[in-house]
């Protein structure tokens, strides 16, 4: 008999434009007919931002029309650069009926923009398509998953009366939570750092950037969009690289990304381009900075990791095949509106670069299992929907043409140099840096409770204030420096507490830079700059002093008496905040 086995589990993520909003767009699905049909149109002349769980629709024909457990299509029935999706059905409002008018509270946040006179159509299934799968990341080589499948606060109550013999009385339903991680994978590339850190700008450096076009007048892109309406597709041709806001010196500031074409509607003048994922940024439309060009030839990448305050939240997409393969058995789980709260990235001697996200709580979750096979709300486990299967074929599509995993080989310890106070040590036997963002999930009073399935979940996961450190194994250098000598030493750095005005410096505590390099070769390499240049009037990898402004700090280095030879300091570091920079052949960063 066939079973679910570990290495037959698959993990999978996108990022997500809202907070809870999975991406998944749906360019056809089966529509209901006879008495279960129907459709109306979005009715909100500013239409409705990523994010929404309310839309209210007309052209509505009756107050049975829509009813909870339905599943909808939210955007064009057909066609391939129309932005949709599917959502079930919570609650149904119809406080005007005979207006034609309904309020429909979704299972789940939208996941992309949706404009007035949309179609909204009930639909019984969903058709598969590989380019409408965006949760296709990896985090790089994992072995394993805690998955933030929910955990129930089921509690007992006590009724004071005869007969109890001290047993409760009666169990409640409490809140839910949704708590997972992936420990020690090993990295491929850059592709999980950003999430407990901020944004990613990606540029192309080399090759040839060319043919201009820009975003439409009044079109403006929005965070999400997988759409474009440009002013000239002749050159827009499916398979091109494209560059969008591109900067060839970029900072905190700029909004630079690099995407696909996989469709267009013409091919010339104005009009619609699909890409080959959602955009991370908004974009203003023509007359504003923002440019499109197409890049050819062989550039390398830089993709620059930048802090922000609000962190994107991301979706776990969990697939299972049993042993037998059989695709009728697939088990699907997915997790939306996760905040990684705490990533490690560390290295020890004769081993990889590896990272972790040791901590990623969630908002809610959707899956694939029936109770019957019906598809009646009633007779559908809580938090079931229709989506798509994500399995091994489907790897790679975003940032690949063809599906897979990476290729690309690991970072190795041995390719790495750690520079301290513009020292570069060549013993450092293990290095860890960690970052926690303190998020915490809010329980409020919301809409989210309507509707038979009645979501406890988190309403809202807030970040709190964010905490930087590293620590490092360093063995000390040849004993060629004179106790008398003033070069700058693990030691001496520790008495001084990055306090240089008490030998004669700029006065009050400025800290040091730290910059650590891991090398795979030309134009290939991860690079961690502390301090970062997020603070008020800060420049990257120089530190000063003042508030926002100050570098690293070592909190304890203990020169100890022990096995070690040569002696052996385990370093205790202090920091306010870091960039990354990567430089490496893979254009599309999530």
């Not at 932005?83 to 992309?112: C, K, N, Q, W």
């Not at 949704?178 to 407990?196: C, D, H, K, Q």
């Not at 972790?356 to 809610?364: E, H």
């Not at 091994?392 to 080989?409: K, L, M, R, V």
């Amino acid at each position: 008999m066939a079973v679910y086995r570990s290495d037959q589990a698959q993990l999978t993520f996108g990022p997500e434009a809202a907070h809870g909003g999975y991406p998944e767009a749906h360019t056809t699905a089966p529509a209901a007919t006879s008495g279960d049909a129907g459709a109306g149109l979005i009715d909100l002349a500013a239409g409705y931002p990523a994010g929404t769980r309310q839309i209210i629709i007309d052209g509505v024909s009756g107050d049975s029309e829509f009813v909870a457990g339905d599943y909808i299509q939210i955007g064009q029935t057909s066609g391939e650069t129309v932005e949709t999706e599917v959502r079930r059905i919570e609650y149904v409002d119809e406080t005007t009926p005979s207006a034609g008018h309904s309020t429909l509270t979704l299972d789940m946040p939208t996941a992309f923009f949706h404009a007035d006179d949309e179609a909204v159509t009930i639909i019984t299934g969903v058709t598969d398509y590989e380019g409408d799968k965006f949760m296709t990341w990896v985090p790089g080589v994992y072995e394993t998953v805690e998955v933030p499948d929910p955990e129930m606060a089921i509690e007992g109550r006590y009724l004071l009366g005869i007969g109890q013999k001290r047993n409760f009385f009666v169990a409640y339903k409490g809140q839910q939570t949704f708590a997972g991680s992936v420990g020690g994978f090993v990295l491929l590339n850059g592709w999980p750092l950003r999430f407990a850190i901020g944004s990613v700008n990606s540029i192309p450096v080399g090759g040839t950037i060319t043919t201009r076009t820009d975003i439409v007048s009044g079109s403006d892109a929005k965070k999400g969009d997988y759409c474009l309406n440009v002013d000239d597709q002749t050159n827009m041709t499916p398979g091109n690289i494209i560059t969008i806001d591109y900067d060839a010196t970029p900072d905190i500031t700029k909004k630079s990304e690099i995407r696909r074409v996989v469709a267009r509607a013409g091919s010339s003048g104005a009009g619609i381009i699909r890409l080959n994922y959602p955009l991370q940024y908004d974009h203003a439309a023509l007359g504003s900075s923002t440019q499109i060009r197409v890049v050819t030839g062989s550039p390398y990448y830089r993709h620059d990791i930048y802090e922000q305050i609000d962190l994107d939240s991301i979706a776990w997409h969990i697939h299972m095949s049993d042993s037998g393969e059989t695709t009728a058995n697939d088990f699907d789980r997915r997790y939306a509106g996760g905040h990684v709260g705490s990533m490690s990235v560390n290295a020890e001697e004769g081993g990889l670069l590896t990272a972790s996200w040791d901590g990623v709580t969630f908002k809610d979750m959707v899956h694939n299992q029936k109770l019957t096979d019906s598809g009646t709300f009633a007779e559908t486990l809580p938090n079931f929907t229709h989506m798509h299967s994500i399995d091994e074929n489907n790897i790679g599509y975003p940032y690949a043409t063809t599906g897979g995993f990476p290729t690309a080989d690991p970072y190795y310890f041995s390719q790495g140099s750690l520079t301290m106070f513009g020292v570069e040590f060549a013993r450092v036997r293990s290095f860890n840096l960690s970052v926690s963002n303190g998020e915490e999930p809010r329980y409020y009073i919301s809409n989210q409770g309507k509707g038979t399935h009645r979501h406890r979940g988190p309403s809202e996961i807030r970040e709190q204030q964010r905490e930087y450190s590293m620590s490092a194994s360093i063995a000390l250098p040849d004993s060629t420096i004179s106790a008398t000598d003033t070069a700058r030493k693990i030691f001496t750095e520790l008495i001084l507490e990055g306090d240089y005005g008490l030998i004669g410096g700029a006065s009050s505590m400025r800290g040091f830079a730290v910059t650590l390099v891991f090398t795979r070769g030309a134009n290939d390499t991860i690079t961690f700059t502390i301090p970062g240049a997020s603070g008020t009037g800060s420049t990257s990898g120089t530190a000063a002093a003042g508030g926002g402004k100050q570098g690293a700090f070592i909190r304890s280095a203990p020169h100890a008496i022990s096995g070690d030879n040569p002696l052996q300091v385990d370093v205790d570091i202090l920091f306010r905040n870091l960039d990354i920079q990567i430089k490496d052949s893979e254009p599309y960063y999530p």
